[in-house]
């Protein structure tokens, strides 16, 4: 933005003619006889009022480009915050509801009831606890995922060095 704004300045100065004082020393040497000439110079290139509309008009539009680019990186940033906060709330609620239901856990510790007294078979003992494994699997998978989107907040906050996990 700083960039653009200074290439605008520029291009505005640029519409103006370099003007040059200064003095002016001529030497001619013709047929033996050296001529010495002293004087003050003028220097206003042609056409004076040239306008560099065309330098004008780039830095315009190259101003005009990078506020648009600054409000896309915002609008994705708040993109990006808004699915992390989305992210956030659901691994929070389903690791909430994991601890709330223990449904899963009545029917281990039954399980195992049985198992001591040999009412259950081999094959539904490994079943049972494949699914507490996947279930356990899952909900760590939540929580990491809950894990990584506070950092990312707290990132995309400014504050990842006053973070800590909850």
Do not use: C, M
Not at 1 to 29: H, I, M, Y
Not at 85 to 111: C, D, G, I, M, P
């Amino acid at each position: 933005s700083r960039q653009a704004t200074a290439e605008a300045r520029l291009a505005q100065a640029q519409s103006w003619p370099d003007l040059a004082v200064g003095p002016k020393l001529e030497f001619e040497n013709s047929n033996g006889v050296n001529d010495r000439r002293v004087g003050i110079a003028f220097n206003l290139p042609l056409p004076v009022f040239h306008r560099n509309s065309a330098g004008r008009a780039y830095a315009g539009a190259n101003i005009e480009r990078v506020r648009i680019e600054t409000q896309l990186a915002s609008a994705v940033v708040a993109n990006d915050r808004q699915k992390w906060v989305r992210t956030y709330e659901a691994a929070a609620a389903a690791t909430k509801r994991s601890f709330e239901n223990a449904k899963l856990q009545q029917r281990h510790k039954s399980l195992h009831r049985l198992i001591g007294q040999g009412l259950v078979g081999a094959t539904d003992v490994i079943e049972l606890h494949r699914q507490i494994f996947a279930y356990q699997e899952a909900l760590h998978e939540q929580e990491l995922l809950g894990v990584e989107a506070q950092w990312r907040l707290l990132a995309l906050d400014g504050k990842i060095l006053e973070g800590e996990v909850k």
